[in-house]
């Protein structure tokens, strides 16, 4: 059997075996622990009338001692495993 106008042939069935992935929470929690929690603020922009949650928009600034720390933190978070 070949694909209508086309010399090669149809593919039927395929199928697709992959090992079983642990799921990304359990792989957090066996590690050296959470990630550093990271704080969500109440911030929304009104852009051309649709409203836009935008929670973390403090990490915007880099140059903040807060976003310094949080990266760093994060940093050595990842770095641990």
């Not at 039927?12 to 079983?20: D, F, G, H, L, Q």
């Not at 140059?63 to 994060?74: D, H, I, K, S, T």
């Amino acid at each position: 059997m070949t694909l209508s106008g086309s010399s090669l042939p149809a593919i039927r069935e395929v199928e697709i075996v992959t090992a079983p992935q642990p799921h990304a929470a359990d792989a957090r929690a066996t590690a050296s622990g959470p990630p550093p929690a990271t704080r969500r603020e109440d911030v929304v922009d009104d852009l051309h009338g649709h409203r836009v949650a935008d929670p973390y928009r403090w990490l915007e600034d880099a140059g903040a001692p807060e976003v310094q720390a949080w990266a760093r933190a994060q940093r050595e978070a990842t770095e641990a495993h």
